[in-house]
């Protein structure tokens, strides 16, 4: 493990020294974000997939200097890949542009959260004493788990309207207000959209095999 830390902490600092400003001036980094949005430019593109590649990998990398976080030596590797494809596949819902660095650290810490609690992997779909999705233990991180895919691919058959919330709230634990600015909806609006997947997941025939009801 630490010899593999060393080599990552080489490769990582080998990208680091190919930015315009450091990793950790995110006023810099929003301001990239900023730009490339409004000119649509490729380098400012590059820019900004390059500190966020940055940032995340920096991030894992310190997560596994401590030696109870990571099971294998891998694991931290396969964090950082999963973190930075889900900044690449959802940051067309950042509202606030001027706040893309602070967006990329909560991805992040919920992907971290998310292998934290890999044990016992539970996404509740429905509000308090209601069914909760769980599954055992996976031994790879790249393998979440059967629960997290029946629960995407029935995200992925909603109502694109509530497409987005749900992934945000179920997959990427984010707070009503967080989605709020995500997505741009009053927090009342996020409630009632969450409050609608709900009801539609739980018809759901395939995650409905994991659906465990507690004792009334």
């Not at 902490?9 to 974000?33: C, G, H, K, Y």
Request: with cysteine.
């Amino acid at each position: 493990m630490a010899e593999e830390m060393l080599n990552s902490s080489s490769t990582l600092q080998s990208i680091v020294d190919r930015l315009p400003f450091a990793v950790d001036d995110t006023d810099a980094a929003n301001e990239a974000f900023q730009r490339w949005k409004q000119q649509g430019k490729d380098e400012e593109k590059r820019t900004v997939d390059l500190w966020t590649y940055c940032y995340v990998s920096r991030y894992f990398l310190s997560k596994s200097a401590r030696k109870t976080t990571f099971k294998n030596a891998s694991d931290a590797d396969e964090l950082t890949t999963r973190a930075f494809q889900k900044v690449q596949q959802s940051r067309d819902s950042v509202r606030d542009h001027g706040r893309y660095a602070s967006w990329v650290s909560v991805i992040c810490k919920n992907v971290f959260l998310n292998y934290l609690r890999r044990d016992r992997y539970a996404e509740s779909i429905q509000d308090e004493n209601g069914p909760t999705l769980t599954a055992q233990a996976r031994q790879s991180v790249a393998d979440v788990g059967f629960v997290h895919e029946a629960l995407t691919d029935a995200i992925d058959e909603l109502p694109d309207y509530l497409q987005e919330p749900a992934r945000l709230y179920f997959l990427e634990n984010l707070g009503f207000s967080e989605i709020s600015e995500a997505i741009g909806k009053p927090v009342a609006t996020v409630r009632t959209y969450k409050h609608k997947a709900v009801k539609q997941l739980r018809t759901n025939e395939r995650l409905q095999e994991y659906v465990h009801q507690p004792d009334l």
